[in-house]
């Protein structure tokens, strides 16, 4: 299940299942796998582990990348409008609070 979340610096993401990433949100091969846009790990339907949308950069990330973003990615300003606009593109396909 979809959920909002709010890095430490301001940053806005969305957790999912990577068959929320794949079928509903359009990442990767429908019905079959995604992959991080990161460190190209390959990101499949049967991994139990979330992905992360990361609305600033219109990317998803495994764990692991987007856990070394969010402690390590200052926060822009000038970019809330392009992350608001590209969080609420995804959040209205997940059903998600819109900014």
């Known amino acids: 299940m979809a959920k909002q979340i709010i890095g430490k610096n301001g940053h806005i993401c ?11 949100c359009g990442f990767g091969i429908p019905d079959t796998e995604a992959v991080c846009d990161n460190c190209n790990t390959l990101l ?5 582990e979330p992905v992360y949308y990361v609305a600033v950069l ?3 990330f ?9 402690e390590n990615s200052p926060y822009y300003k000038e970019d809330k409008i392009s992350e ?8 209205k396909i997940l059903n998600l609070e819109l900014l």
């Open 44 to 48: 499949t339907l049967e991994q139990k």
């Open 84 to 91: 608001k606009n590209h969080y609420n593109h995804y959040a």
């Open 62 to 70: 495994c764990k692991d990348c987007f856990d070394d973003y969010i």
């Open 14 to 24: 969305i957790e999912m299942t990577v068959d929320e990433a794949v079928n509903e």
């Open 58 to 60: 219109n990317m998803l």
